[in-house]
């Protein structure tokens, strides 16, 4: 099925990396984006410029904290009803950028809750619609930091861990389903959607633009491609880590690159 007459259903919608791929859809036609997101005016103020610009029926929003899954189960049913869903973008994501020792544990369990187990939550409730319409494609918006330590956000880099893990096991799930089931698991550096405000890049991995990653990630579901990586050194990043001693790719990756201190000076969206 061709990426102009899909349905995409998009976590986290309502700013960053969410807003940007509902605008670049949208302006795409016969595409309807379906938003979720716990920000509640956030959210009316993109679908009230979206519906604008692109018309009502191509937009519909639904605040939702995804943390709350019998919630989400009644949410995700009410969107089934209306249509099919044809494309899963689990974007929604929380950062935590400080040392272990600074979390509060609310802070923790709110980043591993809405990274992971509201990621994988979602997944079986929208994999269960697809299986029964005999198609569908998953985006599980994972990290670069899915590849290698980054101090200063242990919690983070576990969850994108895990995502790049249970990814490629949906992957291989899906797959196994049919010729019409895909996953797509996007790893990208730091973007600047105002998530990692304060985050130090560089020449090799330099702050992401949201309108190229967006963009690549729709390249991504029309071809079908198992990863995007952003930059191009991230594509090395787990050979790195395969041949070289811990050692080595400590000094490589955290000294030369400076990778472990890139969230020293971390302040976020809304700093």
Request: hydrophobic share 45%; charged share 20%; glycine share 8%.
């Amino acid at each position: 099925m061709a990426v102009n007459s899909q349905r995409w259903l998009i976590t986290g919608g309502a700013s960053g990396l969410g807003k940007e791929l509902a605008e670049q859809l949208l302006s795409q036609p016969h595409t309807s984006v379906l938003l979720l997101d716990m920000d509640q005016a956030g959210l009316a103020v993109l679908a009230s410029s979206l519906s604008d610009t692109y018309g009502t029926e191509r937009v519909a929003t639904y605040v939702q904290d995804i943390r709350d899954t019998r919630k989400l189960q009644e949410t995700i049913h009410a969107i089934s009803a209306k249509g099919p869903i044809d494309v899963l973008v689990n974007n929604a994501g929380l950062v935590g950028g400080k040392l272990l020792v600074d979390l509060d544990h609310s802070q923790i369990d709110d980043v591993l809750d809405v990274n992971v187990k509201a990621l994988v939550h979602i997944s079986k409730m929208v994999l269960q619609l697809m299986y029964a319409q005999g198609h569908g494609h998953i985006v599980n918006i994972a990290s670069a930091a899915g590849f290698t330590p980054v101090p200063y956000m242990a919690p983070y880099v576990g969850s994108k861990w895990a995502v790049v893990g249970f990814s490629e096991s949906l992957r291989l799930e899906m797959e196994a389903l049919g010729p019409d089931f895909h996953c797509t698991t996007v790893c990208p550096a730091y973007i600047d959607t105002g998530m990692f405000e304060g985050a130090k890049d560089n020449f090799l991995l330099p702050m992401l633009h949201a309108e190229q990653v967006v963009k690549s990630i729709i390249k991504a579901v029309r071809k079908k491609k198992i990863y995007v990586r952003l930059p191009f050194m991230v594509r090395f990043t787990p050979f790195l880590r395969g041949v070289l001693p811990t050692r080595v790719f400590d000094t490589i990756i955290g000294k030369w690159l400076g990778i472990y201190k890139s969230m020293a000076a971390f302040k976020g969206r809304g700093a």
